[in-house]
């Protein structure tokens, strides 16, 4: 039997079980061989001592509700089929690669609204992907994506926020950046915008890259 052969097997709801029970079988199995061998008795003596093994009620009861539970959480995990695995792709794919998006990511990567002015396109951008994360087609059907995602707008909502409080227009050109005339007479107004921003880039770009990460194993893209 090939690799992708077992894994197809594998995934399958009825035969994984049935693969599981044969391997716990073919385990004990051995496991008893080597306690009758090691206590010079027969297999089947070694058996009945399992069988007729006497476990405390309460421990029953945590074990039955605990294989439950494991039960309940299995099967509320998501499943794709073609047609939801198409409509996530699309919106991650609009998320990640979106008109104007990959520069304003990397704008932010490299810090640059805490360090030299930026076009004002990177704003628009930012307003841009907030504005449309309000309709009501802007939703993963997938439960971990769409958590992920809901971290990503709020974090970018915050940059947002910051951004507005320290960042204005530089000149005539479309750029935006902290006013540099803070620097030298609001020096320690212009080191706190720097280190606001700073840090909350910081936390976009590591929430981002989570997103990105778990979506691509997720969806296979």
Request: proline letters at 2%; aromatic letters at 12%.
């Amino acid at each position: 039997m090939n690799v992708q052969l077992f894994q197809k097997i594998w995934k399958d709801s009825v035969w994984s079980k049935i693969i599981s029970v044969i391997i716990l079988a073919v385990v004990t199995f051995i496991y008893n061989a080597l306690v009758a061998k090691d206590k010079n008795e027969t297999i089947l003596e070694s058996l009945s001592q399992v069988l007729y093994f006497k476990v405390e009620l309460w421990i029953f009861i945590v074990i039955c509700l605990s294989v439950c539970l494991v039960l309940y959480f299995t099967k509320r995990q998501f499943k794709y089929d073609n047609e939801t695995l198409e409509l996530d792709r699309k919106l991650f794919n609009q998320i990640s690669n979106g008109e104007g998006i990959l520069e304003l990511i990397l704008e932010i990567k490299g810090n640059g609204f805490s360090s030299h002015p930026v076009k004002m396109e990177r704003i628009e951008t930012m307003i841009d992907l907030l504005e449309e994360s309000k309709k009501p087609n802007f939703e993963f059907l997938n439960p971990q994506l769409d958590a992920l995602k809901c971290k990503i707008l709020d974090e970018l909502s915050n940059l947002d926020s910051t951004l507005s409080n320290y960042v204005f227009g530089a000149n005539l050109h479309g750029w935006v950046s902290i006013p540099s005339e803070w620097e030298y007479g609001q020096s320690e107004r212009f080191n706190k915008a720097k280190s606001e921003i700073r840090k909350q880039e910081d936390i976009f770009t590591e929430v981002y890259q989570k997103f990105i990460t778990e979506g691509r194993k997720i969806l296979k893209v």
